[in-house]
């Protein structure tokens, strides 16, 4: 599986989101009760899709099922102006019951079709976490080799072995360590001394 860059940015902050709404400050696990809530908001939430889209996206977490992985894969890896519309993968994810009058709403927006493709390619990438923390390391172990391209270009545009995943690398949904690392790393990223 190749990630692209737009997606491997938005995975991180997908993650950050999910990761800020699964705990209260005592530390219990409040994920469902945040997610409910913000699933009620959605008519306001859906004027942030195009600035900040793993903020909406979340409400549609586990909403999808993946009846056609390989179709998924294949937007992972397109730039965002290359990016399908939900009409153009409805045969590849089905959604979940209860997502559907939220899809509805999300469709009614100018570009709520485009989005609905973002919001089921950020939680295919969140159910396949080992797959994504492999491509998103080795951009980051990469990123100062990307920037050396000829011409100005960037090298990621050129490396077809470059965030290139087997099926081998799948893995079954994140438990509560790989979240815990996976918001380490995030978090180690971003500037900030790591949790022991």
Same mark, same amino acid.
């Given at each position: 599986? !190749?990630?692209s860059?737009?997606?491997?940015d938005?995975?991180?902050?997908? =993650? ?7 705990s209260d400050?005592?530390g !219990? ?8 809530e !913000?699933?009620n ?9 195009e600035l900040?889209?793993?903020m909406?996206?979340v409400v549609f977490?586990?909403?999808f099922?993946f009846?056609?992985?390989?179709a998924i ?8 102006d290359?990016l399908?519309d939900?009409?153009?993968i409805?045969h590849a994810v089905a959604l979940?019951p209860?997502?559907q009058s939220?899809? =509805?709403?999300?469709?009614?927006e100018? =570009?709520g079709?485009?989005?609905m493709?973002v919001?089921a390619g950020l939680?295919?990438l969140?159910?396949h976490?080992?797959?994504a ?11 100062d080799h990307?920037?050396?391209g000829?011409d100005?270009?960037?090298?990621l ?7 290139t995943l087997?099926?081998?690398d799948?893995t079954?949904p994140s ?6 690392e ?5 978090l180690a ?7 022991d």
């Amino acid at each position: 599986m !190749k990630i692209s860059p737009y997606f491997h940015d938005l995975r991180s902050a997908y =993650q950050a989101e999910l990761d800020d709404l699964l705990s209260d400050s005592e530390g !219990k696990d409040v994920l469902r009760k945040r997610l409910a809530e !913000k699933r009620n908001e959605i008519a306001f939430l859906v004027q942030m899709m195009e600035l900040a889209p793993e903020m909406v996206a979340v409400v549609f977490h586990h909403g999808f099922r993946f009846t056609k992985p390989a179709a998924i894969e294949r937007v992972l890896g397109l730039p965002v102006d290359g990016l399908p519309d939900w009409q153009e993968i409805a045969h590849a994810v089905a959604l979940e019951p209860w997502a559907q009058s939220l899809a =509805q709403t999300v469709l009614r927006e100018p =570009q709520g079709a485009r989005f609905m493709t973002v919001a089921a390619g950020l939680e295919y990438l969140h159910m396949h976490a080992r797959m994504a923390a492999h491509a998103a390391s080795a951009l980051h172990a990469d990123g100062d080799h990307a920037q050396e391209g000829a011409d100005g270009e960037d090298a990621l545009e050129h490396d077809d072995d470059f965030n290139t995943l087997s099926a081998d690398d799948a893995t079954e949904p994140s438990n509560s360590r790989t979240r815990d690392e996976a918001s380490s790393n995030w978090l180690a990223d971003a500037g900030f001394d790591r949790k022991d």
